[in-house]
């Protein structure tokens, strides 16, 4: 075992950031460090935040660490953020909100871009969650932004998603968005201090009336995380959730919807990976131009590529 794994283990937070670096550099290097570290994980609850930016995702993260940490859990948070690369000022609000709990030793907060990575959420962000599982934190909280993708990934990472929405933001259309009501297994309304916050708490209600019934029926939680107010009552619905996993067929089901992710995402990226580097030498090779003049076709040479990488 090296020694920046041993330490990043013993709680060594800059050690534990640069293991996430790692994995976020997205190198074949990162996946020995990852087979180390498998054996260590499998402890922690994996919360996933969701919703549009501005819900009040990060503000209420804040508010969980603070009370998971007054009932003596250790807390790892990771926001990822696509907007990221192009303003940066979305990660920025992210650390300011959560800057309270950046010197507390039992809380780990790192940021990341989605950027380039194949598969939005997956990846990186899995890889750097084993890891602050592996180093001790029992609660990890994964902020995302809600668009495209990533809201459905968030369910391949996560034991309990939580989907947060908020009055006046055409509720119906937040709500109804494909996937949506299905993988969200705890409901918040934040911003309660605005009007129309009790209305979209009914209308959820109401939506989860509609869809066929499941043994779990999401909770709908009422929360101003800029006023502190329902915190406590939100993560009493999140432990209901751990619980209801930790003695049902569902939770089983939903590790294995997570380990078969795991085995997918990493044989997709070995596979891209492998790709383009063969068709990179491949294309210096002026295979193009040959094809170009018809001395052989795409087709052939896509087959030819994987017949020598399967190899
Ligand atoms: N009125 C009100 N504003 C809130 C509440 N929670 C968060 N905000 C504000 O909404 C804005 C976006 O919050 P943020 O946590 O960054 O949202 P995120 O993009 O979902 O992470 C910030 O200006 C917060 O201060 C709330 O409960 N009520
Ligand atoms: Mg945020």
């Known amino acids: ?11 060594d937070k800059r050690s534990i950031a640069r293991l996430v670096s790692e994995v976020e550099r997205r190198e074949s290097s990162s996946r020995d460090l990852m087979r180390q570290i498998y054996p260590y994980t499998g402890k922690a609850h994996t919360i996933g935040i969701t919703g549009s930016p501005g819900a009040g995702k990060s503000t209420l993260s804040s508010r969980l660490i603070t009370l998971l940490r007054s009932q003596g859990h250790r807390v790892g948070v990771i926001a990822v953020d696509p907007s990221s690369p192009f303003t940066g000022g979305a ?20 940021s990341m871009g989605s950027r380039g990575n194949l598969g939005g959420l997956s990846g990186a962000t899995r890889e750097a969650a084993l890891i602050l599982d592996a180093c001790g934190y029992d609660t990890i909280i994964i902020e995302t932004v809600g668009v495209g993708q990533s809201e459905i990934d968030v369910i391949r990472i996560s034991d309990t998603v939580c989907l947060v929405l908020v009055p006046g933001m055409g509720d119906d259309v937040q709500i109804m ?8 297994d705890v409901f918040v309304v934040n ?9 979209v708490v ?5 939506m989860l009336d509609i869809i066929p019934a499941r043994p779990w029926r999401p909770p709908v939680s009422l929360t101003s995380a800029e006023h502190d107010s329902g915190i406590e009552e939100f993560l009493k619905n999140i432990e209901l959730h751990r619980d209801y996993l930790s003695r049902t067929e569902d939770g089983r089901a939903r590790k294995l919807i997570q380990i078969e992710a795991e085995v997918e995402d990493s044989l997709r990226r070995d596979i891209a990976s492998r790709v383009s580097s063969a068709w990179d030498a491949e294309r210096a090779d002026g295979i193009c131009d040959r094809i170009e003049k018809r001395e052989t076709d795409p087709y052939t040479v896509a087959s030819d590529i994987l017949g020598r990488i399967l190899k």
């Open 191 to 199: 911003k309660s201090d605005r009007d129309g916050a009790e209305k």
């Open 91 to 110: 990660i920025l609000g992210d650390r300011l909100r959560m800057q309270e709990h950046s010197l507390d030793p039992g809380v780990f907060i790192r």
């Open 1 to 11: 075992m090296d020694s920046l794994f041993e330490r990043a283990l013993a709680g």
């Open 202 to 206: 009914a209308d959820v209600r109401i």
């Open 177 to 184: 968005k494909a996937g949506i009501m299905e993988i969200a």
